[in-house]
């Protein structure tokens, strides 16, 4: 059955049906003026209810006439094992839609398949339709470094089981191949490419690679105990986005009124706060490491945004401004 406002229960109707078959399958025959009374709604309320129950969920609930209530005609009778809110199968498909744009395509057909699983073992009620919810709600694919689906399941994998692995991984910095064993703790997803935390048997530190760089990969036999302190939420908060260095800074950067409005409006780092001036622009605090990546972020803003503190970065800025300037103030001979 599609998707639509007739046929998915909001959230507090789904409470009720659950109320009201907890205590029909009690055995108590629960009367309608009753349930509307305890459950602080309506008696049409109670009866667009048991409407649900009757011509979606197929329940047998008739009216007692002795015991002056409600009870199944057919005792075995079970609600579906899955009901689902409206709100809860927009988060669903919203979530489904995002994540086929994080994978590379054979996976994005795994997870279609694994789609049209769910929704075959659902009831009839239930329909989840992708197709009909496209219509709706599109997602924008992302420009990414995606990884091949055999990189990902062999990561999957060698984390579950806590064994080594090689791998052969290119530096884009400096354009170089190198082979690296590492043992992988963590995968994360940063705009769209997937990004893996893992400790560098060499470097004796836990590293941050880029999965769609990574070009061989081999599970080796040793097996690895995972830092019992390491945390990613922990050890991506000292970065900013992607890149982290070996000392944390006080970031202040000042956005103009224009801009300050986007600015507001989004979560930039955990430890940011926003200290407000009277002409409507903002200064953006937050203290992180990774200048390089910060610089980059911050130059896609133009004369909108000024780097305040600290020095090294507004130096760095200052440093690819005038570099624009040598490339654009040069005539080109075409």
Not at 57 to 77: D, K, M, S, V
């Amino acid at each position: 059955m599609p998707y639509n406002e007739d046929t998915m229960p909001g959230r507090d109707q789904l409470r009720r049906i659950l109320e009201i078959d907890r205590r029909v399958r009690s055995g108590i025959y629960p009367h309608p003026e009753a349930l509307a009374t305890e459950l602080e709604v309506s008696r049409r309320v109670i009866f667009n209810d048991r409407a649900y129950m009757l011509n979606v969920l197929g329940a047998p609930l008739e009216f007692h006439p002795q015991h002056r209530g409600w009870y199944y005609t057919e005792p075995n009778f079970l609600l579906p094992s899955a009901m689902v809110t409206r709100g809860e199968l927009l988060s669903f498909i919203l979530a489904v839609e995002a994540a086929q744009r994080q994978l590379e395509p054979t996976l994005q057909a795994e997870l279609r398949r694994a789609i049209d699983k769910i929704a075959g073992s659902l009831q009839g009620h239930v329909g989840v339709e992708l197709e009909t919810l496209r219509q709706h709600f599109s997602i924008a694919p992302l420009a990414n470094a995606s990884p091949s689906e055999g990189t990902l399941l062999t990561l999957y994998e060698a984390m579950n089981l806590q064994k080594a692995v090689e791998m052969t991984y290119l530096t884009a910095s400096r354009g170089q191949r190198s082979r690296r064993c590492v043992e992988p703790y963590h995968l994360h997803n940063q705009g769209g490419d997937w990004y893996l935390l893992a400790f560098d048997c060499k470097r004796k530190e836990v590293l941050m690679f880029n999965a769609g760089r990574i070009e061989t990969l081999q599970i080796l036999s040793r097996c690895f105990t995972r830092q019992a302190d390491f945390t990613p939420a922990q050890y991506l908060q000292g970065g900013f986005r992607t890149e982290l260095g070996p000392q944390v800074y006080d970031v202040a950067i000042r956005f103009d009124a224009p801009q300050a409005i986007y600015i507001r409006e989004r979560h930039w780092h955990d430890t940011q706060h926003i200290e407000e001036l009277v002409n409507g622009a903002l200064i953006l605090h937050f203290r992180a490491s990774g200048l390089g990546e910060i610089k980059r972020w911050v130059m896609q803003y133009g004369a909108h945004a000024e780097v305040l503190s600290p020095p090294q970065l507004r130096q760095e800025v200052q440093n690819e401004i005038e570099a624009l300037q040598k490339v654009y103030g040069r005539e080109r001979n075409e």
